[in-house]
């Protein structure tokens, strides 16, 4: 099952706009991870977030991450068209090995 | 070029047939994954590996084989296909371990199983 679920499933905004993306999950986690998928290629990584920490930064992104709601939100600011992609958060579990569980995604459209 | 790499790129196969999927990675990652990826299910995990000679299942093994003989190499074998591992699949490394878990992924291979 799912460990991620992302909210909404599909955005659309403008260039300029800002998108933000919502992850819940459902048992605990180590760090929360979100990657970034082009149409027709492989993930790449973006951002994690250890559990102990609230807020991150990096470039034009911002992470959240509550814990006692078991959420996290993925902030991009003054998109771009080459924002255009989907965006899934995954949860680390130590207890678990190596693994990560995927939600499935936010499509992101961002019309020139 | 250092990066993971997968092969084929795109597979067309008739059921019950034998299908092996490449990876190979040149970072020397301990960890190596193999995912897939569907509509509606997002990407579930099929078998990692937390090293050479150990393997492990994840959330989808049924009907794939697995093996790491080398650090660099982990082929997916589906041992008779069917047309619900119709899929594009992806192969993963990453240093694993409790720290610091990010995974780097390959370009996927599409498989079409008819």
């Known amino acids: 099952s799912q460990q991620g679920e992302e909210d909404p499933q599909a955005l659309s905004i403008q260039e300029g706009e800002n998108a933000t993306m919502n992850c819940s999950y459902k048992?605990?986690?180590?760090?929360l991870q979100w990657y970034r998928q082009n149409s027709g290629r492989g993930l790449v990584h973006l951002i994690l977030?250890?559990?102990?920490?609230r807020e991150k930064h990096s470039g034009r992104l911002r992470v959240t991450l509550d814990t006692s709601k078991k959420s996290s939100s993925l902030l991009i600011t003054a998109s771009r068209a080459a924002d255009t992609a989907s965006y899934f958060c995954?949860?680390?579990?130590?207890?678990?090995?190596?693994?990560?569980?995927f939600g499935q995604g936010t499509e992101l459209s961002v019309k020139p | 070029d250092a990066g993971i790499t997968q092969s084929p790129r795109y597979k067309i196969t008739e059921t019950g047939r034998q299908v092996t999927l490449m990876c190979h990675q040149t970072?020397?990652?301990?960890?190596m994954f193999w995912y897939r990826q569907d509509l509606g299910h997002g990407l579930r995990l099929i078998y990692y590996?937390?090293?050479?000679?150990?393997?492990d299942k994840g959330e989808v093994p049924d009907g794939y084989v697995v093996s790491r003989s080398k650090t660099e190499n982990f082929p997916l074998t589906l041992e008779s296909a069917t047309r619900s591992q119709t899929s594009v699949y992806f192969c993963?490394?990453?240093?694993?371990?409790?720290?610091?878990?990010?995974?780097?992924f390959g370009p996927g291979t599409r498989l079409t199983v008819l």
């Open positions: 993963a490394s990453g240093v694993g371990g409790s720290s610091y878990n990010e995974q780097f």
């Open positions: 048992t605990s986690i180590n760090n």
């Open positions: 977030i250890r559990s102990n920490e």
């Open positions: 995954a949860t680390a579990n130590y207890n678990q090995g190596g693994k990560l569980i």
């Open positions: 970072w020397s990652h301990s960890y």
């Open positions: 590996s937390a090293a050479a000679d150990i393997t």
